[in-house]
């Protein structure tokens, strides 16, 4: 990785901001062969996104990420372009400090988790502790629930601080309803995007998918995220798009 | 269903105002006199980095230090891959030649024989001997052996190069390629098929997604070089 300035681990800090995510199954909704069910481990996740003011702090202490001096290649003009400046957040909505931090590119995004000796989640990871409801662990197939989410997507959603939202039974916040996140590995999401009505994927496009399809086509949301992921590119920025960090296992 | 899906999926594109993607020309850059040493640090950390090259130190600072000018240069990843005969080498080495690189893998039965048969060809009407590099994304199970395997199959010269590296490392490389993959509980992997033309300064001058359509363009980069 880029070789930072690695700070040394807060493990208080770790253990506080993060809730356990107990070990689970995953079924993604575009499996392919043998892909129905996935196991994920124990992890760590963050309670809340990544605000602002964290990543105010994180940029003062590495200058190389402040907004002028990250070459091209991790940071185009897109990022953290909301702020006042490169060191300040200003008065925009936007850039309030207890905001989700945006226009953050997945390089950026690493770099945070990496200083704090964590890393960003993995796909199924984030889609497991996302498959919670504030009372059930895995609340994916409710219609009630995956309406609720959909619900959000279809309306334009204004930033609001971390934290407000009802949690998840992990006592996780906002992991719907608030920003898209950067996972480490959005590019395993193979959806290509055309015109055929079943959405399933180009088989000329990819080799070894064979032919993937939707598990369940009523959970739109799911849909929708697994799109985002896949018009994303390392280098993009967006107002829409933040992120929290994870951790392997239980202990920090 | 049709009609909607379309639609929220126009609308999710038109609300993702997406940053600039990657060059596909060879611009000046005319920031290179002006490039911050900030920038340097970026993707360089601090100089002990450099200690970890191979051999060829002095003539690889020659060539970090042009290619440490370019912000958009894929070598500011600070990466080290080992190629089919078992030796490593640093991604940046690469520096000061033009260089066609694909991320594929050496059990892949239906689009990787595809890319290195396009890349042939590419080459061939080109009339190119540009140097290329094939990137395993299996970690696991293309060893040194593998690499040689395939470097045999396809009965390629030593102006080919398959090479492997770790996960992480394979993460950003495909990242900054945009290329994408996917392990599958078969040991397949999904990927996208991705030709990439790196210039001497390590940034992309052409970049070919899927066979076919775009390979003129790709064809065209080749001569001009």
């Known amino acids: 990785m880029l070789a930072l300035c690695v700070s040394?681990?807060?493990?208080?800090e770790l253990v506080e901001s993060m809730s356990v995510i107990?070990?689970?199954?995953?079924?993604?909704?575009?499996?392919?062969?043998?892909?129905?069910?996935?196991?994920?481990?124990q992890f760590r996740l963050d309670k809340t996104p990544v605000t602002?003011?964290?990543?105010?702090?994180?940029?003062?202490?590495?200058?190389?990420?402040?907004?002028?001096?990250?070459?091209?290649?991790?940071?185009?003009?897109?990022?953290?372009?909301?702020?006042?400046?490169?060191?300040?957040?200003?008065?925009a909505e936007t850039a309030h400090p207890d905001?989700?931090?945006?226009?953050v590119t997945w390089w950026s995004a690493r770099a945070y988790c990496e200083a704090r000796g964590a890393r960003l989640p993995t796909i199924r990871e984030w889609e497991l502790a996302g498959a919670a409801s504030a009372t059930k662990a895995d609340a994916s197939r409710d219609p009630e629930f995956v309406a609720q989410i959909l619900a959000w997507y279809s309306q334009q959603t204004k930033l609001r601080p971390v934290?407000?939202?009802?949690?998840?039974?992990?006592?996780?916040?906002d992991l719907h309803g608030l920003v898209w996140e950067w996972v480490d590995d959005f590019q395993a999401e193979l959806?290509?995007?055309?015109?055929?009505?079943?959405?399933?994927?180009?088989?000329?496009?990819?080799?070894?998918?064979?032919?993937?399809?939707?598990?369940?086509?009523?959970?739109?949301?799911?849909?929708?995220?697994?799109?985002?992921?896949?018009?994303?590119?390392?280098e993009n920025a967006t107002s829409s798009l933040g992120f929290r960090c994870a951790m392997d296992g239980e202990t920090p | 269903m049709t009609y909607r899906l379309l639609l929220v999926l126009l609308l999710l594109a038109a609300a993702c105002d997406k940053s600039t993607t990657l060059a596909t020309s060879t611009e000046a850059e005319g920031a290179h006199a002006e490039h911050d040493e900030h920038a340097h640090h970026a993707g360089h950390g601090d100089h002990a980095e450099h200690a970890g090259h191979d051999e060829h130190a002095d003539h690889q600072h020659e060539i970090l230090a042009a290619a440490e000018a370019s912000e958009g240069s894929l070598y500011q990843l600070d990466i080290t891959l080992e190629d089919h005969k078992g030796n490593e080498?640093?991604?940046?080495?690469?520096?000061?030649?033009?260089?066609?690189?694909?991320?594929?893998?050496?059990?892949?039965?239906?689009?990787?024989?595809?890319i290195v048969s396009e890349m042939m060809t590419l080459r061939k009407n080109a009339g190119s001997d540009v140097k290329t590099l094939l990137i395993s994304m299996d970690a696991k199970r293309d060893d040194v052996a593998a690499l040689a395997a395939m470097h045999e199959r396809h009965q390629l010269d030593d102006?080919?190069?398959?090479?492997?590296?770790?996960?992480?490392?394979?993460?950003?490389?495909?990242?900054?390629?945009?290329?994408?993959?996917?392990?599958?509980?078969?040991?397949?992997?999904?990927?996208?098929?991705?030709?990439t033309l790196l210039n001497p300064d390590g940034e992309i001058d052409t970049r070919m997604e899927g066979i076919g359509p775009q390979r003129h363009h790709m064809a065209e980069a080749l001569k001009a070089l």
Request: aromatic content about 10%; charged content about 20%.
């Open chain 1, 8 to 12: 040394v681990p807060a493990t208080a």
């Open chain 1, 22 to 41: 107990p070990a689970g199954t995953w079924r993604p909704l575009y499996p392919a062969e043998g892909e129905e069910e996935v196991a994920v481990a």
């Open chain 1, 52 to 91: 602002n003011a964290q990543y105010l702090a994180f940029v003062k202490q590495h200058e190389q990420w402040q907004r002028g001096n990250t070459p091209r290649l991790f940071a185009g003009p897109e990022y953290l372009k909301h702020w006042a400046s490169p060191t300040e957040l200003g008065d």
């Open chain 1, 99 to 103: 905001v989700p931090v945006t226009h």
């Open chain 1, 163 to 173: 934290g407000e939202s009802e949690p998840n039974l992990w006592g996780v916040y």
């Open chain 1, 191 to 234: 959806i290509v995007v055309d015109n055929r009505a079943d959405g399933t994927i180009d088989p000329t496009m990819f080799c070894g998918a064979g032919s993937i399809s939707a598990s369940r086509k009523e959970d739109y949301a799911a849909f929708m995220r697994s799109a985002m992921r896949s018009s994303l590119r390392a």
């Open chain 2, 89 to 114: 080498f640093a991604w940046a080495s690469q520096a000061g030649e033009p260089v066609l690189v694909a991320i594929i893998y050496t059990s892949c039965t239906t689009a990787c024989p595809m």
């Open chain 2, 159 to 195: 102006r080919w190069t398959v090479a492997r590296t770790s996960p992480d490392n394979l993460r950003m490389l495909a990242a900054a390629l945009g290329v994408r993959y996917r392990e599958l509980p078969s040991g397949e992997f999904s990927h996208s098929q991705v030709i």
